[in-house]
């Protein structure tokens, strides 16, 4: 208790600190109020406005935040007089998000904050470093074992599926040519998961994907994708005959082999095009690449672009084209998105097109809130 009555102090001085800072508008007055804590919160900032109204801030402080507990409490209503504010030593890109989505300010004691009263005040800062330890997440979304089990919850087939950890475990093992994970990976990650509001709960111990947009976000932003080895071919096989050549990958590498990157969206949702053939090929099977593509490893000048990945999971649930169509399979949407995101020159603009075309649109049919 003395240690949050502590930070809640701090919190408080640093709102003032903020709000100073602000030119137009009066001395704030912010303080412990007993209506404030009559409305859950701990503090009220009165904002002197030059028309000569007040902003009415109330401040909810926060020693460690979950995101879990503060999609429940969001979701209460407040009077509409008054702006919430979320205050905490540290508040997490996650965190800030869902302030967003629900109209909520927050703060942190390094000074990063979005405070915005609609017509009278919006200070927006970031990039200050963390004045206070932060707990490590529970599980590493970057890893492959970790990379996994969020393919399997974002891919569009499973959207709105309904999981147990056993039967998580189970399909990803089902899938190939991706290896299983155990299910203490899958309880680690999917705790970490509920603890930042991605998933629900739901009756009889199942779970569900709630929030497609967010996971995959956080997803892209820890990504790794200089772990995949990047290999630079040349070919002289063009047109019809290339892509005749790629499709015989598919059952020579029994699934180890996919259009990646630009190339698969070129398919999924075509936006940026550029000259070379982007692929993912096992390991195991380059050289069975090699012979059907008459590819040749080159230092520059290449028309292929072919990634060896770290992990088999991402050739899991690819898109194998329409029926009648023979070609060379897909990546899935969302590695395909992940990839373009971190794959350097226009990859950046046409993941953001992807997410637009492809995955946005198919969350809003199916009744997703992004």
Known sequence: MKQHAEIERSLIEKLRSL?????G???PKVELTRQARDEGFDAVANIPLPNGKQAVLYIECKTEPRPSLFEVRAAKELPKSVTPVLAAPVVSPRMAELCRRHGWG???????????????????RTGFASVHHRPPPRANLSTPHAARVIRALLVLENLGQKWTQSSLMNHI??????????????????????DEAFIEDLPGG?????DPSGLLAAW?????????????YFTLLQGKKMREALARLDSDTGGFAAYAAFSAAEFQAPHVRQPKTWLYVGAQEISTFEEQAEA?????????????PDDDGVFYMGDG??????????????????????????GEEAAEALLEQRLKSEWKRRGVNV
């Open 19 to 23: 709000l100073s800072d602000v030119e």
């Open 25 to 27: 508008i009066g001395r």
């Open 106 to 124: 927050w703060y942190d004691l390094a000074g990063n904050c979005q405070l915005r009263v609609p017509g009278a005040i919006h200070i927006e």
């Open 173 to 194: 093992g089902s899938v190939p040519p991706q290896a299983p994970v155990s299910i203490g990976l899958v309880n680690k990650v999917i705790r970490h998961l509920k």
């Open 206 to 210: 199942e779970f569900q994907l709630r």
């Open 220 to 232: 892209r932003n820890v990504y790794r994708f200089d772990r995949h080895e990047r290999r630079a």
């Open 296 to 308: 040749k490893q080159v230092d520059s000048g290449e028309n292929l672009v072919v990634l060896i």
């Open 321 to 346: 084209g329409t029926v009648g169509e023979a070609r060379l399979g897909c990546t899935n949407i969302v590695q395909t998105y992940v990839d373009l995101y971190h794959c350097g020159s226009r």
